[in-house]
Every structure is written in C-alpha cells, then in structure tokens.
C-alpha cells in the first residue's frame, strides 16, 4: 500500500501546476483500487517548453494578421454536399445532387477545411476555428444535368434495359472569402445563435 | 468515347452575364402555355390554369405568362430566357404537380441546358495562388548555400525505430510491475 502512495502522491501534488492533465480524475480513483499500474494516462508537464512554443506562435500569428489586413486573394477548401472544393473570390462551382438552397439565395458555406493566400495556409483538424473566415456564396442555377444513359446487357440471355435519367445541379458563384474573427481567439462555444437549424 | 459525347455538346460552366456577383436577377423572361381546351392530354394543363396559374403568375411578376389555347394539339410549355435561349417541352399527359415543377425548373435556371454537357464541374479565374509546388518550396533557405555533397546532410538519421521503441516501453513496464508488486 505504501508503495501505490509513492507512486499517487507526487503525482497529485503536481496537478495544479500541470499544464496538459488528461483525466486527472482517474488518477484519484485509483487510490481505492489496488491495481499495480496506476493508469496508462500520463501528466505532461510542458511548462517549460510553453514559453518557447508562445513565441514562435505569437510571431506567426502576428505576421498572418499582417498579411490578412492587406486583403489579399484568399482561398479555401470548403466541404459542401459531400464533397470539397477549393475556391477563391469569383469562382462559380457545381454541386451535384439534390440540394435545398434555391436560386437566388445567398448563404455562407460554413465547413471550411482550409484557408490560405500566398504567404499562408491554415489547416484545419478537420474543420478551421469557427466564425474565422467567412466564404459567401450565391445561388444562381438550379438545373438538372444532360440526359444520361443506363444501358445494361448480357450477351445470349435475352436481357437488355435502359434507363435515362438527369441529376439535379445546383450553381453556386463563390462572391468572396475573408476574414471576420480573430486569429488565434476563437468565440466562446456557448454562442449557438447562428447555428440554429 | 462514348455517343454521349456525339449528341450533346460539350461546354464549360460560365456566368458570362455576372449574375449574382451583386444581385440575382431571374433569367426568364417569357413563358407561353399552350393547350387545347376539350382534348384529355392537356387535362393537368387546364387544370393548372385554373388552379395555380394566378398565384405563380403573382410569386414571379418578373415573368411575363401567355396562354395560348389552340384546338386539337398536345400541351406545350415554351420559355425564352434572357440570354436568347428558347426552351421547348412537351406536356402531353402531364399532371398538375408535374407542370409546376418543370416551371419551377425553368423558373431558376440560366438558359436552356438540355443539349449542352458540362466537361468540368467548377470555374476559376486564378487556378493557383501559391504558385504550383517544386521541390524547392518549403525548404529551409539555407539550403541555398551549402555545397554538395555535405555530410552532415546525407548522414543516416538516428532516430530510433518505431519497433524498438514499443520494445522499450513494453520492458519498462515490465520492471515497473515488478517493482510495484515488491
């Protein structure tokens, strides 16, 4: 039982000046079980590289700002409808399948997997920090595709059919892509008054 | 190649009016109904009239609605688009839903798309803004001024395995349970 202590006390008297604790509470489980590894979980203390890591970040963070002020040519990867487009300003693109927005109607696409301009890129794991960069778009098609051929056949069966069939198309003109929020500060999650479907 | 390829014609997408870059403009302009008034094949047609005509002719007072009732002919739908485009679609037998759906159709599309087959599905004017990739980018500068062959450079990395590393980790558990169970 000793031993277990050994093992627990330093542990847990280092907790508050932990920077990364993941699970900490199973750490102060285990002192009522009287297993012999205590967790597979570790505390990281990474203060002393934390200084380090916030300058260099601060440094890029405070450069992208820069480059973001200048209004440059974005672009970004959006996933829209299942699949992804990467897109700058004035781009028109088409999405496939059946899709609700109607023509006319402007809409912001809100999954942005990536945005960049010629000094940067920010990629996103997997989506970028919410309200960052807003992507506004236009509809101004909704169309269905050329007639396309089904045609199956097997030979010396007498089996032959055909099926036409058009796919819904929806156009889309990308009007621009830019920055709104802070880099590096993202709002609080609390905040869902505009994701309210 | 497929005869797809022979029967329609092949295009890019494009927006040559710039529509929707400020506002949306609706690029239909003109739609004639055509119907017989007694014949059972533009039953769905008459029956729109009647019904939904008003309310689609009030939603959309940017199009201009003719009817044209000529006796003994199937029912016809034309539209003319902004652009000259002039579309033609057969109505023979059609319901009430099914002629309210191909005007909605008609309604929001841009010109007349039935012959024509896209060959790329996006547009862009700039395809690339961080120029295309070379072996070069992304590399530390430095690079520029060292001369080859360096040593340094072209030495075997010392990095240990991932292999051996579990092998590591699983012998220091090892000893770990060993000592706790003391």
């Known amino acids: 039982m000793a031993s277990i202590f050994k093992n627990i006390l330093p542990k847990l008297i280092s907790l508050p000046r932990a920077q990364f604790v993941r699970k900490p509470y199973i750490s102060q489980f285990c002192l009522y079980s009287t297993a012999p590894s205590l967790t597979h979980y570790e505390i990281v203390d990474h203060k002393a590289d934390d200084e380090k890591r916030n300058l260099f970040k601060s440094e890029i963070v405070r450069k992208i700002n820069e480059t973001v002020q200048n209004k440059k040519q974005l672009f970004a990867v959006v996933h829209v409808a299942g699949k992804q487009f990467k897109i700058t300003g004035g781009d028109i693109i088409v999405i496939e399948g059946y899709w609700p927005p109607d023509a006319g109607d402007k809409i912001t696409l809100d999954k942005v997997m990536l945005v960049g301009a010629r000094e940067f890129s920010l990629i996103g794991r997997p989506l970028i920090q919410n309200d960052l960069v807003k992507v506004e778009a236009t509809v101004i098609e909704k169309s269905v595709s050329h007639t396309k051929t089904h045609f199956r056949k097997k030979r010396r069966k007498q089996y032959q059919r055909i099926n036409f069939y058009r796919i819904p198309r929806t156009m889309l003109q990308i009007n621009n892509i830019k920055f709104v929020g802070e880099l590096d500060?993202?709002?609080?999650?609390?905040?869902?008054?505009n994701r309210q479907m | 190649m497929s005869n797809t390829s022979l029967i329609f014609k092949p295009s890019f997408i494009r927006n040559p009016s710039q529509n929707g870059l400020g506002r949306?403009?609706?690029?239909?302009?003109?739609?004639?109904?055509k119907f017989c008034k007694n014949n059972g094949s533009s039953r769905g047609m008459r029956e729109f009239i009647e019904e939904d005509l008003i309310d689609f002719a009030k939603s959309n007072s940017g199009i201009v609605v003719y009817l044209k009732p000529r006796r003994h002919r199937t029912a016809v739908i034309t539209a003319e688009y902004l652009n000259g485009d002039k579309q033609w679609i057969n109505c023979r037998n059609f319901t009430k839903v099914e002629i309210l759906k191909w005007l909605n159709l008609l309604k929001t599309q841009q010109g007349d798309t039935t012959g024509t087959r896209f060959l790329k599905l996006q547009h862009t004017e700039i395809p690339s803004i961080q120029g295309p990739w070379t072996p070069y980018t992304f590399r530390p500068p430095s690079l520029n001024l060292t001369n080859f062959p360096e040593e340094s450079i072209s030495k075997l990395s010392e990095k240990t395995s991932a292999t051996k590393e579990l092998l590591e980790l699983y012998e220091q558990q090892k000893m770990k349970s060993k000592g706790t169970n003391l």
């Open chain 2, 24 to 33: 949306y403009v609706c690029q239909l302009q003109r739609l004639v109904l």
């Open chain 1, 185 to 193: 500060n993202p709002p609080d999650v609390t905040e869902a008054k």
